[in-house]
């Protein structure tokens, strides 16, 4: 698309064309023998579902095909007092056997964690198992019992991967041994992360990035980068001495705070996690609630300690979310009830427990209680909210807007200041069958909007390496469906009258593991997220990055901020503790000020910048997500003699490596080379703050319709109060099955503007994104009439959008 004039906007984002050919040329990559053997083992995945009885589900996120279990041929067996047993894994299973989380025995009389002792070729007898939880008929096991080292494997010729074992000792039954991930294990392997990333395309170049020091913006009335919106960590403020220990040694210091947590009514409340824990039963004189009095006892002690804790770390001031999950088993009725959903019947018992627990919290911290709660964690998909799966279409909608409505309004009569709100959704599709679930999400709005304070959503984006380079249509949120998502359900609250704040309550990647590339999709994702929502910030109230601090409950988890060492004890020493995850916050430490608008000489470059001056000092936050490296130039629109320095900080992935480089010195502001889906930091000191006194507004402005049907012209109108305008963008967004195939036309006040390739997105799966087209801002009114047309039937234009820069 020609430029039809420069554009003053925060956030530029659309595509390079890639070319068909040519450029430079990838050199033949040779894996680490390590990788190597790893991507053999998962490349036995298609025969070993074949060859033995898995469980396959679909990731609710981005609706992976991931394989959940691998059952052990095994015949059942009962061992009495003393009999012992051994059973081998087969080797083609003890081969992905690291790829899976746990390995689940199933049986009876597991009464101790002695019962199972592992015994490897390697090291004999090994003992205890590792990290064993067990119940009556359930024992789990962590796969680490076994340090499985393919390379050293594969060395022992035809035994590889033989002689693994579990030594049972009676009494006990077992019944069925399975390799179980929770969440399902992805059966493809990528290796392209030990390449070049990029490589085999052109660098591109050419592209500047303006930063306007002359002028400070205004987000509709946001002036600052909110260090308390965007610096957060996925914790409760009260916590385990690790939390403790994690927040006080490191992340407060970076001027990160607890956001959000999620309180599971059964777990602690009905079961409890320890014998000591008071149990809450049914009330035998109102059937169907709880016994409240477990809370009086829970609550009877230990708020000095806590408030202490709190009011040292944190400051009493804190605000943070918390999300109700799980209630008791009185409460649930139906076969299918996961997670707690509570029958129909009981919805007013169930809120009332939520009031109540709110009230008592909040009692108990001395007003310290979370400022917002969300009524039940991810209640938008069935797994969760278990009325989804009655066949009445919008049934599982309509109950779940009515027990929003009935916790909202028991929890504000006990704690009237608290804020409360859902639906917590996950699996923020709004496209999918052809936006039905946009329907679902616009009138849950609608039915909740005299009692809920705010709406909460999370998006994750999957294992993706390169997002804008996927063979079929990308189902997750950073190519363009996370704003074509917030347009749409922010376009409906401006056209139904009802403007709230959003809450992000988990944002991230749905994906984990132990080495350098596992952590670079997850940090360069939380990256790019960042960005994008500090774009919008005027629209949150917070956004919590799904980063735990200490998992103290799964200490072989690698996702942790601060990791255990093999004894389970948390490192002592944060030089050994820290995991790469340390880099986020590395990244975001220093960043702060007033904002300053950002725009750059071509919005269709899938390149995302931010900025904000801190006295002396000016910010700049670049993300790269391009399939592609590129260099910069930055036009900080000061004269160059009031730099004294430029710094940069940066993460990237290059062969298998993740790098990570600190308040890098630049000398000056050109070529700033960047790799692919790089986050970058510029830092310039200047010799002396720079004098601001006037303020550029950021206003977004959104059409009279929604949801139109694409194959003939459909009409928008949008009404600006403000003529006196900078600049401006037409954002339009648009979704399909399978994408589109002919062009994108849009005219606006009869200006017709040139025609956009939509070529990119006619390949296979669901397209949702948006394009941006410059307008000049002298063909503007006070009514603005636009007309779109993509002729090709099937799709919607979801969102018009006007997003101007006004004086």
């Not at 904002?595 to 000016?618: K, R």
Request: contains cysteine.
């Amino acid at each position: 698309m020609k430029l039809l004039k420069k554009c003053l906007f925060l956030s530029c984002a659309l595509f390079f064309a890639l070319p068909s050919s040519g450029g430079i040329q990838a050199s033949e990559v040779i894996l680490p023998p390590e990788v190597q053997a790893e991507k053999a083992a998962f490349d036995t995945f298609p025969t070993l579902i074949e060859k033995y009885e898995t469980k396959i589900i679909t990731q609710v996120n981005d609706q992976e095909q991931r394989i959940q279990s691998i059952t052990i041929p095994l015949e059942p067996f009962t061992l009495s007092a003393g009999q012992t047993k051994e059973i081998e894994f087969p080797a083609d299973l003890v081969r992905v056997m690291p790829t899976f989380y746990r390995i689940d025995v199933s049986g009876s009389g597991f009464k101790t964690t002695d019962f199972i002792q592992g015994i490897s070729p390697t090291k004999g007898n090994q003992g205890k198992v590792s990290s064993p939880w067990f119940s009556d008929t359930t024992y789990q096991i962590r796969s680490s019992t076994f340090e499985i080292n393919h390379v050293a494997e594969l060395a022992r010729g035809d035994a590889a991967y033989t002689g693994y074992k579990f030594l049972f000792t009676g009494p006990l039954s077992v019944d069925s041994i399975k390799l179980f991930e929770p969440n399902g294990r992805s059966i493809k392997m990528d290796t392209t992360a030990w390449e070049v990333l990029g490589a085999n395309l052109p660098i591109l170049d050419q592209i500047t990035i303006n930063v306007d020091a002359t002028n400070h913006l205004s987000l509709e009335g946001i002036t600052k980068f909110e260090n308390d919106k965007f610096k957060r960590v996925y914790a409760n403020p009260i916590t385990a001495p690790d939390g403790y220990k994690v927040a006080r040694e490191y992340y407060i210091d970076k001027g990160f705070f607890p956001g959000r947590q999620i309180y599971k009514f059964a777990p602690s409340l009905e079961i409890g996690y320890s014998p000591a824990d008071p149990k809450m039963t049914e009330d035998p004189n109102r059937p169907g609630y709880g016994t409240y009095d477990t809370l009086d006892e829970m609550f009877a002690s230990g708020a000095e300690h806590d408030i202490a804790m709190f009011d040292a770390l944190y400051g009493k001031d804190l605000q943070y979310v918390l999300c109700f999950n799980d209630w008791p088993s009185w409460y649930v009725e139906g076969p299918n009830n996961a997670h707690g959903t509570p029958g129909i019947d009981n919805f007013d018992a169930a809120a009332d427990l939520a009031a109540q627990y709110v009230s008592k919290y909040d009692q108990y911290l001395d007003g310290r209680g979370p400022t917002w709660i969300e009524v039940k964690n991810e209640a938008s998909i069935s797994n969760q909210w278990s009325h989804h799966n009655n066949p009445t279409p919008g049934y599982g909608w309509d109950t779940l807007a009515d027990f929003h409505n009935k916790t909202a309004i028991a929890i504000k009569a006990l704690s009237p200041d608290t804020l409360v709100g859902g639906s917590t959704a996950a699996w923020m599709a709004l496209d999918n069958q052809n936006f039905q679930e946009a329907e679902y999400h616009m009138k849950f709005i609608d039915d909740t909007a005299h009692a809920l304070d705010f709406y909460s959503y999370h998006f994750y984006e999957s294992k993706d390496l390169i997002l804008n380079n996927t063979a079929t249509n990308y189902g997750g949120y950073l190519t363009g469906r996370l704003e074509a998502d917030l347009d749409l359900l922010r376009n409906h609250m401006v056209n139904t009258n009802n403007v709230k704040p959003i809450v992000i309550s988990e944002t991230g990647t749905l994906h984990s593991g132990p080495n350098d590339p596992d952590y670079w999709i997850n940090l360069k994702n939380h990256n790019s997220y960042m960005i994008r929502y500090m774009n919008r910030a005027n629209e949150f109230d917070m956004v919590v990055p799904f980063i735990i601090p200490a998992i103290w409950w799964d200490k072989d988890a690698p996702e942790g901020l601060w990791a255990y060492n093999k004894n389970g004890q948390l490192y002592t020493d944060a030089e050994f503790g820290l995991t790469p995850m340390k880099y986020f916050f590395e990244m975001w430490d220093e960043y702060n000020g007033n904002l300053l608008p950002v725009y750059t000489n071509d919005v269709n470059d899938n390149v995302f910048a931010h900025s904000a001056q801190d006295g002396n000092v000016i910010y700049i936050a670049i993300n790269n997500m391009n399939p592609q490296q590129a260099k910069f130039d930055i036009n900080l629109m000061l004269d160059d003699e009031q730099i004294d320095k430029i710094e940069r900080t940066s993460m990237y992935l290059d062969l298998g490596k993740l790098h990570f480089i600190d308040n890098e010195p630049l000398d000056n502001l050109n070529d700033i080379f960047m790799h692919v889906e790089e986050t970058s930091i510029i830092k310039i000191t200047l010799n002396k703050a720079p004098t601001i006194n006037s303020t550029l507004t950021k206003m977004t402005y959104y059409g009279d319709n929604m949801l139109q049907e694409t194959g003939s012209p459909a009409n928008f109108v949008i009404h600006t109060p403000n003529t006196n305008v900078e600049s401006s963008i037409l954002r339009v967004s648009l979704g399909k099955m399978n994408g589109f195939n002919v062009p994108l036309q849009v005219s606006i006040n009869g200006y017709n503007l040139e025609a956009h390739d939509m070529s990119y997105t006619n390949k296979a799966d669901r397209y949702f994104g948006y394009v941006d087209f410059i307008i000049p801002p002298n063909i503007l009114g006070l009514q603005n009439n636009i007309i779109v047309n993509v002729a090709q039937d099937g799709g919607k234009i979801s969102t018009v959008a006007l997003i101007n820069l006004e004086k």
